[in-house]
């Protein structure tokens, strides 16, 4: 039997792209993923729309309701601060270090485990010493362009958050979709069913002008 191909869209910068990391195991049991670094800014530019951080009552739920999340599985937890940070960073040591996963696991304990961003610089210099880097390798130009083709491809894909998984033409986005898309890479008859294809078609009614 063939199995499903996953492209997984994420930044480090969201908390719920790392919780959702520790999950891809069940993923991967039953499918290919592909890790793709994109970053997040990138797509709520794109879309016209705001991180969670960037609304205040939601930025206070957000923050707890990951803090529950991570009480809840029994993972550690501390959220960087300042927060939001700048990513760009992180996303290119990634993709320097071609996307392996152990690098990727690194980097996101890095963040949401130690509570770490690269706005501390000797932090981020001592990250790099670990993957046996310098700061210049973050200024390569084919890693740039690579960082801005995920974004790109993934806004193609209708890609408006992370993290995102595309199976096929249907998008799964957030940790809360984790079950949604473990049924969907099951074989969940519901995903051919008419109530799963009429939600995709529903018109849309009275709009913000503003």
């Keep these: 039997m063939t199995r499903a191909a996953v492209r997984w869209f994420f930044d480090f910068v969201s908390p719920y792209a790392y919780l959702q990391w520790q999950r891809l195991s069940q993923l991967e049991a039953i499918a290919d993923v592909e890790p793709v670094p994109v970053l997040f800014a990138g797509l709520l530019s794109h879309w016209g729309t705001k991180g969670p951080a960037e609304v205040a009552?939601?930025?206070?739920?957000?923050?707890?309701?990951?803090?529950?999340?991570?009480?809840?599985?029994?993972?550690?937890?501390?959220?960087?601060?300042?927060?939001?940070f700048n990513p760009l960073p992180l996303l290119r040591l990634a993709l320097a270090r071609a996307n392996e996963r152990a690098a990727?696991?690194?980097?996101?304990?890095?963040?949401?485990?130690?509570?770490?961003?690269?706005a501390d610089a000797a932090a981020l210099e001592a990250l790099l010493a670990d993957f046996?880097?310098?700061?210049?390798?973050?200024?390569?130009?084919?890693?740039?362009?690579?960082?801005?083709?995920?974004?790109?491809?993934?806004?193609?894909?209708?890609?408006?958050?992370?993290?995102?998984?595309?199976?096929?033409?249907?998008?799964?986005?957030?940790?809360?979709?984790?079950?949604?898309?473990?049924?969907?890479?099951?074989?969940?008859?519901?995903?051919?069913?008419?109530?799963?294809?009429?939600?995709?078609?529903?018109?849309?009614?009275?709009?913000?002008?503003?």
């Design 57 to 84: 009552p939601k930025r206070t739920f957000t923050f707890q309701h990951v803090a529950w999340l991570a009480h809840a599985r029994g993972l550690r937890l501390r959220v960087p601060a300042p927060f939001p």
């Design 104 to 118: 990727i696991a690194r980097i996101f304990d890095w963040v949401w485990r130690d509570g770490r961003t690269p």
């Design 132 to 210: 046996g880097l310098a700061r210049g390798a973050l200024d390569d130009e084919q890693v740039k362009a690579r960082l801005r083709a995920n974004t790109e491809g993934a806004i193609a894909h209708g890609v408006f958050g992370v993290p995102t998984a595309l199976v096929g033409a249907d998008l799964f986005w957030g940790q809360d979709a984790t079950d949604m898309l473990l049924a969907r890479l099951s074989g969940d008859p519901f995903f051919g069913s008419a109530p799963y294809r009429d939600a995709a078609q529903i018109a849309v009614g009275v709009q913000r002008t503003a």
